[in-house]
């Protein structure tokens, strides 16, 4: 097995176990088995009650939004000024599965990028336009995100000819690495790069650690401009945006420590 492929393979394994939201359950099943026997019942009551404890500050406060601000703050959003020669967005919008089990293109809580990507194609019609996705799911590699992509844009008014796409990759480094042996950037040329606000510093430190400088055009904001935890009556959401922001936060450390961005905390 190759390193990409297993390094993949690991990322996604941890992944399930460490998402805070994944954590707090596995942390209130194995306090109750502990529960259940005599030697350990009160390392299980220990548990199961840091877990509510945690489960209650997560999703009664905004804890989540102080944690994901730093990094939806990192890039202002700025339209690009002058010549623009190309666009690209990242995958991670699309629900595959979905749209083809229904036949009709699913998005997913990041579907402002589609609609900012769309937006730019049609105000810069002469630069060139990526899509970069293919599928960043460790079962279930044969739904691909261009597919999906393709019929979003087409409702959208962007014709399949108009955009180029790219479907191999599984992650944002490769996004970064194979959109640029697609369409070969040259030097001077301006791109914008179209992602979630909260992704965008990884995503602009990994570009820049391949050598491919762009314009960040950051959309799908979680957060409001001065986020302070109070309560909230937003449980679910609360934890979601934990789970995105912890996920950013150590992809940033552990793409850091790869080489495979160009900072610790990329910035303007």
């Not at 939004?65 to 202002?76: C, K, S, T, W």
């Not at 020669?85 to 991670?92: A, F, N, P, R």
Request: hydrophobic share 50%.
């Amino acid at each position: 097995m190759d390193r990409p492929v297993l390094s993949f393979i690991l990322s996604k394994l941890l992944w399930a176990v460490v998402a805070p939201g994944n954590a707090l359950v596995l942390t209130v099943a194995l306090g109750a088995l502990l529960l259940r026997t005599r030697r350990w019942q009160r390392a299980g009551m220990r548990m199961v009650t840091l877990a509510a404890l945690l489960l209650l500050l997560v999703t009664y406060t905004g804890l989540g939004a102080l944690v994901a601000l730093p990094l939806e703050n990192r890039f202002p959003k700025a339209e690009p000024e002058g010549r623009i020669d190309g666009i690209i967005m990242l995958g991670g919008a699309l629900n595959p599965p979905i749209t083809a089990d229904r036949g009709d293109p699913s998005l997913n809580d990041a579907a402002e990028r589609i609609l900012g990507f769309a937006d730019l194609v049609r105000r810069h019609p002469e630069a060139r336009a990526v899509f970069t996705g293919g599928s960043g799911r460790l079962l279930g590699q044969e739904y691909k995100e261009d597919v999906t992509a393709r019929a979003a844009l087409a409702q959208a008014g962007i014709p399949d000819d108009r955009v180029i796409y790219e479907a191999q990759s599984r992650n944002t480094w490769e996004n970064a690495v194979f959109s640029k042996e697609l369409v070969k950037p040259a030097p001077g040329e301006r791109w914008v790069l179209v992602t979630s606000a909260m992704h965008m510093p990884r995503s602009v430190g990994i570009f820049r650690a391949i050598g491919w400088e762009v314009i960040p055009y950051p959309v799908d904001y979680r957060t409001r401009t001065g986020a302070k935890p109070f309560l909230r009556i937003e449980f679910a959401q609360n934890l979601v945006i934990l789970d995105d922001a912890v996920r950013e936060w150590i992809g940033l450390t552990a793409y850091w420590m790869m080489g495979r961005t160009d900072a610790l905390f990329p910035a303007p």
